[in-house]
């Protein structure tokens, strides 16, 4: 599996290119500001054609290049239908910054339960709230691998004291991060990838005080 991130925007937010470089079949998640142009380069380089673009949640950070990214590709605008009402009508984000954050209406809808093909591989969706409730994870349990936006750092988790966000649904979503494998890869939407048996031993106290 081809996989290269792109730390870009305000607050170097992760966007990713992963594909199949036997069937060139590719799909973008997330896309920060200022990501197109290298996005672009990386798979055309590759060899690869990005099919979709796959927004993991609605935070101004992880969208900002979205709409510049589709006209780029051609490529669809996947989300979670909790998405849509927060895509359409943004809010303000909580700093300053000096862009601004676009109204966008997803093309496609992707449920818990839904799959996204990549070639040889299939991604499951994994509907992941907590740190805002259209928040999905994708994994494919072949490559073991799970792209999951803000839910899962190393280390930690996604803010929970943003506007709907919240601490019982990150807890459910922790419970249900257990019951994948320890060499599953996580990569982030910040920072550097991790891996699910590395992330297990907090995980675990934190349900177990819930």
Known sequence: ???????????????????DEESGQAIAIDA????????????????????????THHHWDHVLDALELKAATGAPLAAHPESVPLLEKPTRPAMPIPVQVPAITPDQLLNDGDTVPVGRY????????GHAP????????????????DTLFSGGFGRVDLPGSSVQQTVATMQRLLQLPDNVTVYPGHGQETTIGAERAWITQLISRR
């Open 1 to 19: 599996m081809f996989i290269k991130a792109f730390p870009a925007g305000p607050i170097e937010t992760n966007a990713f290119l992963v594909g």
């Open 122 to 129: 299939t991604f499951r969706v994994l509907h992941t709230p």
């Open 134 to 149: 259209g928040q999905i994870s994708l994994y494919e349990p072949d490559a073991a691998v799970l792209f999951g936006g």
């Open 32 to 55: 920060p500001g200022d990501v197109t142009a290298d996005l672009v380069d990386a798979a055309r380089a590759a060899g690869l054609t990005i099919g979709l673009i796959v927004l």
